[in-house]
């Protein structure tokens, strides 16, 4: 077994040794466990975990940060620099 990880967690990482195009690394591995656990509750028990995740400041503010990445995947991306060029001739037009 690998070194720091659960048997549930090797198993999943074995089981995806299959499908050669994906392997799992140690974080999407455990992950995967804890979605697997979560998918197994009732619920009203799945309710009750995100609350208190979402009771958490900083959990929160990674969900909300995550989500918000999600759904912003498909936009068109630029350039930091470009961004802030932009954004100082617009400065220095007002």
Known sequence: ?????TSLEYNVYIGNLANKDYQMNKTESRAEVF???LQALSKAERKAVVNRLLEDPKMREDILDLALIRQRQGEPSRPFREYLAERKQRILKD
């Open 1 to 5: 077994m690998v070194t720091g990880t």
């Open 35 to 37: 979605l697997m656990a």
